[in-house]
T-cell receptor, first 114, second 111 residues
Framework: AQSVTQLDSQVPVFEEAPVELRCNYS??????LFWYVQYPNQGLQLLLK??????LVKGINGFEAEFNKSQTSFHLRKPSVHISDTAEYFC????????????FGTGTRLLVSP | DVKVTQSSRYLVKRTGEKVFLECVQD?????MFWYRQDPGLGLRLIYF???????EKGDIPEGYSVSREKKERFSLILESASTNQTSMYLC??????????FGPGTRLTVT
């Protein structure tokens, strides 16, 4: 079974500052990893995903994440945030074989202030 | 683009009522999912389906049932709504490992 830990429930940051949202996972088998964003009163939108290949993955809205197998991490980063990035961010994992159910972390609320 | 639609954005029901939440996807995805989302608990899987008429329990199926009569449609049924089922309900669909695509959600309040 997999599990996902997002240690930070809330991350406050000023506009144009860099940000890193942390995600660690636990799994005994190979995994696929995902980051989703949820704006207020909306569903989840896929930001980026790691399936294979390069460990540095680029997504929409200037976000990127790096898969680190030895540290079982998949941290999300953005070099300069905007007010519009204020949202909740969810990390998710699934195993690479069989039916792929996603296991989600509890989310990190990114609060960008001017 | 994948589109997942849910029948209602907001719904208010009384305790004991039977509630139907509908979800439709337009990308011919074989897999569909129902989650509920509560503050501090993240997303929890209620039921999923990998084919028409096939369904599997997720992590919290108690008090819910589902129906998938057509590939594009996946319905969540609350047989007798209770106040502890007040939540945001999210539907998703997928095909293979590319990730799940979510609808806008239905915020259900049971009074």
């Amino acid at each position: 079974a997999q599990s996902v830990t997002q240690l930070d429930s809330q991350v406050p940051v000023f506009e144009e500052a860099p940000v890193e949202l942390r995600c660690n996972y636990s799994s005994s088998v190979s995994v696929y990893l995902f980051w989703y964003v949820q704006y207020p009163n909306q569903g989840l939108q896929l930001l980026l995903k790691y399936l294979s290949g390069s460990t540095l993955v680029k997504g929409i809205n200037g976000f990127e994440a790096e898969f680190n197998k030895s540290q079982t991490s998949f941290h999300l980063r953005k070099p300069s945030v905007h007010i519009s990035d204020t949202a909740e961010y969810f990390c998710a994992v699934t195993h690479t074989t069989g039916f792929q159910k996603l296991v989600f972390g509890t989310g990190t609320r990114l609060l960008v202030s001017p | 683009d994948v589109k997942v639609t849910q029948s209602s954005r907001y719904l208010v029901k009384r305790t004991g009522e039977k509630v139907f939440l509908e979800c439709v996807q337009d990308m011919d995805h074989e897999n569909m999912f129902w989650y509920r989302q509560d503050p501090g608990l993240g997303l929890r899987l209620i039921y999923f389906s990998y084919d028409v008429k096939m369904k599997e329990k997720g992590d919290i199926p108690e008090g819910y049932s589902v129906s998938r009569e057509k590939k594009e449609r996946f319905s969540l049924i609350l047989e007798s709504a209770s106040t502890n089922q007040t939540s945001m309900y999210l539907c998703a669909s997928s095909s293979g490992p590319s990730g799940q695509y979510f609808g806008p959600g239905t915020r259900l309040t049971v009074t």
